[in-house]
């Protein structure tokens, strides 16, 4: 259930409707990417997880939760 970008045939160019959809699949995409940043700088995704195995996803839930309480503050300007 994927959907992968157009790929440029040899020798041809992507018409403008593919290189439309590619733009929206990249937008899409890219806030996937960044969750998954986002966790990896908690390290949970980093490294190998050596603790109890049980304990992962409540882990896991947490920063995620973490993450998306972030996302709802209202962004501050600094000057």
């Known amino acids: 259930n994927s959907q992968i970008p ?3 045939p040899r020798g041809g160019k992507l018409t403008c409707e593919d290189k439309k959809s590619n733009q929206e699949l990249a937008k899409i995409r ?6 998954n940043r986002k966790l990896k700088v908690f ?4 490294f190998t997880y050596r603790n109890r195995r049980k304990r992962f996803s409540l882990r896991f839930n ?3 939760a973490l993450y998306n309480y972030e996302l709802r503050l209202p962004q501050t300007e600094f000057a």
Do not use: C, R, T
């Open 62 to 64: 947490l920063i995620a």
């Open 30 to 35: 890219v806030l996937g990417e960044h969750v």
């Open 43 to 46: 390290k949970i995704l980093s």
């Open 6 to 8: 157009k790929k440029k």
